[in-house]
C-alpha cells in the first residue's frame, strides 16, 4: 500500500496510460476517482474542500456498503480514498487545475494523482481495472508535442505536454538491440567531426523523433537548435513527421528546462488561439444547421449531444440553471423547456455547458475575440 500519493508532476504519457490500462484484479477492487476541484464550481478553495469532503464521504459509504468484502479489504479500499482525498484536499486551488483524476492499485504498487486543466464531473469507480474514459475525454481536449533539440554531436528529445515538459529516455528501453545505445541521451558525444558524422548523427537524431513518435502519437513538433544547422538536420527527418513542425527555436540543447516550459507554454497559447480561430471560420462557413451562436443555441445542440467543437470567452460568469431530470441548460428559470421539471441554480452556466461539452467528448476552446462576444460569448459548431 503505498504511504502517500502525490501530484504527478512530469508529461501525462501514452506510456503511462498504457501501465494504467494493463491493470486487472480479478475478484478485487481498484478505484480510480474523478475529483472535481474546479473553483469556478465551487466558489473558492474553502467550497472547493467541502465539496471533496463531501465526496470522499459518499465514496467511504459505498466502501461500507459493499457485500463481500474481507475486512482487510474494505480497510485497504477506507485507506486509499483518504490518500486520495488528502491529496485533492491540499492541493484544491492549485494554478491551472480544474479536475484531478486519481488511481490507486495497492497491490501493484501503483498510485497516480494527475492534476487536469479541463473541469470534470465527480465520479468513482471500483471495479477490477481502472476506468480511464474520463481521463481520455480530458486528454482529447489537448495536443501533445514532441520537442527535439539538436546540434552537431548532441540531441535531446522531449515531450510537452498541458505546459509540462519531459525529457525522454526511456524509448531507448524499446530501440531494437542491433542499435548502440548510449548511457543518456544527453550525454551522447560523437566524437569525430566530419560531415558525414553529422548526417549519422541526424538521421540517428531523426530516427529517435520517429521512435518517439511511434510510442507518444504527438500532434506537433517543435525543433530547436542553431539556425544554421536545422535545415540539415529536417531534410533527415521523416516527411510526416516534417509536416507536423510547428515552431522552430534557435535554442542550445542544454536549455534549462524553466525556460524550456515558457516556451512551450507561449507555443501552446499560440496554437490554441490558432486553433480557435480556424474553427470560428470553419463555423462560419457551416451549412447553417451545423451553426449554434448564443448561449440558447448552444444549450439545445448540447442537450441534443450534437456539440462537435465549443467556442467559449474566457472568463464569462453567469448564474444559470440546470435541469436535474433531462440535464438541459437555461439561461433563466421556470420549468425545464424540454421535460417540464424544476430547474437547480447553478453559479456559472458558462462553465456547466464546457464541463457538458467535455463529458461529451466535443473539443473546447477559450477565445476572446470581439466577434464572439456578439454571440454572447458563446457559440458551437453542431456534428451534423
Ligand atoms: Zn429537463
Same mark, same amino acid.
Given at each position: 500500500?503505498?504511504?502517500?500519493?502525490?501530484?504527478?508532476?512530469g508529461v501525462l504519457t501514452?506510456?503511462?496510460?498504457?501501465?494504467?490500462?494493463?491493470?486487472?484484479?480479478?475478484?478485487?477492487?481498484?478505484?480510480?476517482?474523478?475529483?472535481?476541484?474546479?473553483?469556478?464550481?465551487?466558489?473558492?478553495?474553502?467550497?472547493?474542500?467541502?465539496?471533496? @469532503?463531501?465526496?470522499?464521504?459518499?465514496?467511504?459509504?459505498?466502501?461500507?456498503?459493499?457485500?463481500?468484502?474481507?475486512?482487510g479489504e474494505r480497510q485497504?479500499?477506507?485507506?486509499?480514498?483518504?490518500?486520495?482525498?488528502?491529496?485533492?484536499?491540499?492541493?484544491? *486551488?492549485?494554478? *491551472?487545475?480544474?479536475?484531478?483524476?486519481?488511481?490507486?492499485?495497492?497491490?501493484?504498487?501503483?498510485?497516480?494523482?494527475?492534476?487536469?486543466?479541463?473541469?470534470?464531473?465527480?465520479?468513482?469507480?471500483?471495479?477490477?481495472?481502472?476506468?480511464?474514459?474520463?481521463?481520455?475525454?480530458?486528454?482529447?481536449?489537448?495536443?501533445?508535442? $514532441?520537442?527535439?533539440?539538436?546540434?552537431?554531436?548532441?540531441? @535531446?528529445?522531449?515531450?510537452?505536454?498541458?505546459?509540462?515538459?519531459?525529457?525522454?529516455?526511456?524509448?531507448?528501453?524499446?530501440?531494437? /538491440?542491433?542499435?548502440?545505445?548510449?548511457?543518456?541521451?544527453?550525454?551522447?558525444?560523437?566524437?569525430?567531426?566530419?560531415?558525414?558524422?553529422?548526417?549519422?548523427?541526424?538521421?540517428?537524431?531523426?530516427f529517435h523523433v520517429l +521512435?518517439?513518435?511511434?510510442?507518444?502519437?504527438?500532434?506537433?513538433?517543435?525543433?530547436? $537548435?542553431?539556425?544554421?544547422?536545422?535545415?540539415?538536420?529536417?531534410?533527415?527527418?521523416?516527411?510526416?513527421? @516534417?509536416?507536423?513542425?510547428?515552431? +522552430?527555436?534557435?535554442?542550445?540543447?542544454?536549455?534549462? +528546462?524553466?525556460?524550456?516550459?515558457?516556451?512551450?507554454?507561449?507555443?501552446?497559447?499560440?496554437?490554441?488561439?490558432?486553433?480557435?480561430?480556424?474553427?470560428?471560420?470553419?463555423?462560419?462557413?457551416? /451549412?447553417?444547421?451545423?451553426?449554434?451562436?448564443?448561449?440558447?443555441?448552444?444549450?439545445?445542440?448540447?442537450?441534443?449531444?450534437?456539440?462537435?467543437?465549443?467556442?467559449? @470567452?474566457?472568463?464569462?460568469?453567469?448564474? $444559470?440553471?440546470?435541469?436535474?431530470?433531462?440535464?438541459?441548460?437555461?439561461?433563466? *428559470? $421556470?420549468?425545464?423547456?424540454?421535460?417540464?421539471?424544476?430547474?437547480?441554480?447553478?453559479?456559472?452556466?458558462?462553465?456547466?455547458?464546457? %464541463?457538458?461539452?467535455?463529458?461529451?467528448?466535443?473539443?473546447?476552446?477559450?477565445?476572446?475575440?470581439?466577434?464572439?462576444?456578439? %454571440?454572447?460569448?458563446?457559440?458551437?459548431?453542431?456534428?451534423?
Amino acid at each position: 500500500m503505498p504511504r502517500r500519493l502525490e501530484l504527478y508532476e512530469g508529461v501525462l504519457t501514452r506510456r503511462i496510460v498504457r501501465q494504467l490500462e494493463s491493470v486487472h484484479r480479478p475478484q478485487e477492487y481498484v478505484l480510480s476517482v474523478y475529483w472535481d476541484v474546479d473553483p469556478r464550481r465551487w466558489g473558492d478553495i474553502e467550497g472547493t474542500r467541502i465539496a471533496l @469532503k463531501n465526496a470522499a464521504g459518499q465514496l467511504r459509504e459505498q466502501v461500507h456498503r459493499l457485500p463481500g468484502l474481507s475486512n482487510g479489504e474494505r480497510q485497504r479500499l477506507l485507506d486509499e480514498i483518504e490518500l486520495m482525498h488528502e491529496v485533492a484536499h491540499l492541493s484544491a *486551488g492549485r494554478r *491551472g487545475m480544474r479536475g484531478l483524476a486519481c488511481f490507486i492499485a495497492s497491490a501493484e504498487n501503483m498510485a497516480y494523482a494527475f492534476p487536469l486543466p479541463w473541469p470534470l464531473r465527480q465520479q468513482h469507480f471500483l471495479e477490477q481495472r481502472f476506468v480511464l474514459w474520463p481521463l481520455r475525454q480530458a486528454l482529447e481536449q489537448s495536443d501533445p508535442f $514532441g520537442i527535439v533539440l539538436v546540434d552537431k554531436d548532441e540531441a @535531446k528529445l522531449f515531450l510537452g505536454y498541458l505546459g509540462e515538459v519531459e525529457e525522454v529516455t526511456y524509448i531507448f528501453d524499446e530501440v531494437p /538491440p542491433k542499435i548502440r545505445i548510449p548511457d543518456a541521451f544527453g550525454e551522447l558525444q560523437f566524437r569525430r567531426k566530419h560531415v558525414e558524422h553529422f548526417h549519422q548523427h541526424f538521421e540517428w537524431v531523426a530516427f529517435h523523433v520517429l +521512435r518517439l513518435w511511434e510510442l507518444e502519437p504527438f500532434r506537433y513538433l517543435i525543433v530547436g $537548435g542553431l539556425w544554421e544547422i536545422l535545415p540539415q538536420f529536417e531534410s533527415h527527418l521523416h516527411r510526416y513527421l @516534417k509536416d507536423l513542425i510547428v515552431a +522552430r527555436w534557435q535554442v542550445n540543447v542544454h536549455i534549462p +528546462r524553466t525556460e524550456l516550459r515558457s516556451r512551450l507554454q507561449q507555443e501552446e497559447q499560440k496554437l490554441l488561439e490558432h486553433q480557435a480561430q480556424q474553427l470560428w471560420q470553419q463555423l462560419n462557413n457551416a /451549412p447553417s444547421s451545423q451553426q449554434a451562436f448564443g448561449p440558447e443555441q448552444v444549450f439545445r445542440g448540447l442537450w441534443q449531444r450534437r456539440v462537435w467543437h465549443l467556442l467559449v @470567452k474566457p472568463n464569462t460568469h453567469y448564474h $444559470g440553471h440546470v435541469c436535474p431530470q433531462c440535464g438541459r441548460l437555461h439561461l433563466s *428559470g $421556470g420549468p425545464c423547456i424540454e421535460c417540464g421539471a424544476a430547474v437547480q441554480t447553478v453559479s456559472d452556466i458558462y462553465e456547466e455547458a464546457v %464541463r457538458e461539452a467535455v463529458a461529451q467528448s466535443a473539443q473546447v476552446r477559450y477565445w476572446d475575440h470581439p466577434a464572439l462576444d456578439e %454571440r454572447d460569448g458563446l457559440a458551437a459548431l453542431l456534428r451534423y
